[in-house]
């Protein structure tokens, strides 16, 4: 029989977490293939606005597969899996910092958006009524890194104020904040760019 410090210690140890396994912590191949299905496209489509559709089939791969690696450790009481996903990709950008600014000029320059497919028929037709595009695009080149964030998750990933707090790691509040002072500040850059004094 078992004395009482044994048991004590037994139980200690599977609470603290050094148990192999744990109910909380993971996602299954299953889950991870199907948070893959439903968030490869929004991921690839946030990306390649971000940085262009090349830089962003990579950085959509690493992203996932830094997730896979991570999979174990993914904890769904500190988040969802799409913030966890989005996180994941915003690191990724942070390593591309220079390409971004480029891409974003070049959309500025062309106004085609990098996310739509290539239609050779409809690219003169695009260059020529996408002067707000290009405007646009200008105008989010010359934010900082944290407005330039704050707006294209909102924007183009389409994410809550909540779901963009967790891809930060900072408070809901300052989310709602930093978005509408980056609203103000691109919203005074295109009236700049659509009409210069």
């Known amino acids: 029989m078992r004395s009482r410090t044994t048991t004590a210690r037994h139980g200690a140890r599977q609470r603290s977490g050094d148990a192999p396994t744990s109910a909380a912590v993971g996602l299954s191949e299953e889950t991870?293939?199907?948070?893959?299905?439903?968030?490869?496209?929004?991921?690839?489509?946030?990306?390649?606005?971000?940085?262009?559709?090349?830089?962003?089939?990579?950085?959509?791969?690493?992203?996932?597969?830094?997730?896979?690696?991570?999979?174990?450790?993914?904890?769904?009481?500190?988040?969802?899996?799409?913030?966890?996903?989005?996180?994941?990709?915003?690191?990724?950008?942070?390593?591309?910092r220079r390409r971004e600014a480029y891409q974003l000029t070049a959309f500025a320059r062309t106004g085609v958006d990098p996310a739509l497919p290539f239609d050779e028929a409809g690219v003169v037709h695009r260059v020529a009524a996408e002067r707000s595009t290009r405007a646009l695009a200008e105008a989010l080149a010359g934010l900082s890194d944290v407005d330039r964030d704050v707006l294209t998750l909102a924007a183009w990933a389409g994410l809550s104020y909540a779901e963009i707090s967790e891809v930060l790691d900072v408070p809901e509040g300052t989310v709602k904040s930093r978005l509408s002072r980056a609203r103000s500040r691109l919203a005074r850059r295109l009236a700049e760019e659509l009409d210069p004094v």
């Not at 597969?65 to 913030?83: L, S």
Request: glycine share 10%; proline share 5%.
């Open 32 to 96: 991870f293939e199907r948070l893959y299905r439903d968030h490869v496209a929004p991921v690839f489509g946030y990306l390649a606005r971000r940085v262009g559709p090349d830089l962003a089939e990579d950085l959509t791969a690493q992203t996932f597969v830094e997730a896979w690696a991570g999979r174990e450790r993914f904890d769904p009481r500190k988040g969802a899996g799409v913030a966890w996903l989005f996180g994941i990709a915003v690191n990724q950008l942070r390593r591309h």
